[in-house]
């Protein structure tokens, strides 16, 4: 997975915010490919992944189409636990699946269960009766922790509200858990378990979610990445953000509009900056809308509607080049996720305790975000 980063590096780092060709796609001969997509392969590319679908196509470029195979392979991973769906108290339907497939998978056999971000503690809770122990769930906001509380009582399982850090007080005895432990509360958990043994059910999420511009690889086998890379390993493909393509396509275009017209005022924005003031849901309104909310969160005068008009234009045109452009880099994100995954994983095996695997948890449709990292209690300990 390394190698394949090292790679595509070039790629990651550039995604391709402008009409104009990044320089990757020009060196590996890409453009005329990218640019001659029609609309409708584009949106099944948006909807269901691109490497799914260029991995297919004789007409693509061969280095193109080796990079989908390469990505579509790592893709290929299926959900091993059923989602039996029974009741958990208060959780969602989806949540409650990703937990059930979490019960279903947790090593047997630990003195004790901690869960990193235990949030409303319905993962906790359900490992506590799931696996006969005592669990302990420490979570950072303190108006989550005093909600995990009220729901369900139980003598066995004690949430506490706490930032979490190195210091966290584990033992080999214990199983550490994490279900959508985000960014550096993931590696925190990884770091406990490989210096102390400890048993491991970890659902990452969110990498990007780091307290500096850069992750530090916690193996040998692991690559520095910086935060704005990682963001892209958190990526939904629209299917499974059960969002359309054309709705995602929508509020895109708006960015964009708002982004040219914020530079036609003198404002320049990465993407993503565009968004102060506005929500996601906002985007869906007209460009009209958009601008008002931007423009006023950012004190500036109102655009006119003669320029409004133009934006919309030019950004309807530059966003269906950007839309092609950006497919090769979509396809880097579940290699990314999994390189971040496997860099956990070449920890704990270089550690202390059990080597561990790495599973597909539930199906993308219950959440994206659905490898886990699961290394048995070591017996020997
Ligand atoms: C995405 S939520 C998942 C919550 C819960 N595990 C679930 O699946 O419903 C991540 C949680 O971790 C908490 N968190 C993040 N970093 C933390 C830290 N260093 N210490 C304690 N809690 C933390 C956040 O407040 C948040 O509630």
Redesign the pocket.
């Known amino acids: 997975m390394a190698t394949l980063l090292d790679a595509v590096g070039d790629i990651l780092h550039d995604r391709a915010a402008t009409p104009t060709p990044p320089s990757w796609s020009e060196e590996r001969g890409w453009t005329a490919f990218l640019r001659g997509l029609d609309d409708a392969t584009l949106e099944v590319c948006e909807a269901r992944g691109p490497e799914h679908v260029l991995a297919d196509r004789a007409d693509a470029p061969p280095s193109l189409r080796a990079l989908a195979e390469e990505a579509r392979s790592v893709a290929a991973l299926r959900a091993l636990a059923p989602a039996t769906g029974a009741a958990v108290a208060k959780a969602s339907p989806k ?1 409650r699946d ?1 937990i059930e497939a979490l019960a279903a998978l947790a090593p047997r056999g630990a003195r004790r269960v901690v ?6 503690g ?2 906790t809770r359900r490992l506590a009766a799931e696996l006969g122990v005592d669990a302990v769930g ?4 303190e108006a ?1 922790v005093r909600a995990a509380r009220a729901i369900a009582p139980d003598p066995r399982v004690a949430f506490e509200a ?4 190195a210091d966290v007080d584990v033992d080999g005895g214990d199983l550490l858990v ?5 960014g ?2 993931g590696d ?1 958990l990884i770091e406990a378990a490989a210096t102390t043994g400890a048993a491991v059910l970890l659902v990452p ?2 990498p990007q979610k780091i307290p500096g511009e850069v992750r530090a690889p916690l193996s040998a086998a692991g690559r520095e990445l910086s935060r704005e890379v990682l963001g892209l390993a958190n990526l939904a493909h629209a299917t499974e953000a059960g969002t359309s393509v054309r709705e995602a396509a929508r509020r895109r275009l708006a960015r964009h509009g708002l982004r040219l017209l914020l530079a036609e005022a003198g404002v320049e924005t990465r993407p993503g900056e565009e968004s102060l003031g506005i929500n996601r849901k906002q985007f869906r309104r007209s460009l009209a809308e958009v601008a008002a909310r931007g423009f006023g969160a950012r004190g500036l005068p109102l655009p006119t509607e003669d320029a409004i008009r133009r934006a919309e234009a030019r950004a309807a045109e530059e966003q269906a080049l950007m839309r092609r452009f950006a497919l090769p880099r979509t396809m880097l994100a579940r290699p990314l996720e999994m390189a971040v995954v496997l860099d956990r994983a070449a920890a704990l095996e270089a550690g202390r305790g059990p080597a561990p695997e790495v599973l597909v948890a539930f199906p993308a449709s219950v959440s994206p975000r659905n490898l886990v990292i699961r290394r048995a209690c070591d017996q020997g300990r």
């Open positions: 949540k990703q869960d990193f971000g235990a949030g409303r319905h993962l420490f979570e950072r906001r989550v706490r930032e979490l850090d994490g279900l959508h432990a985000c550096a509360l925190l999420c969110c």
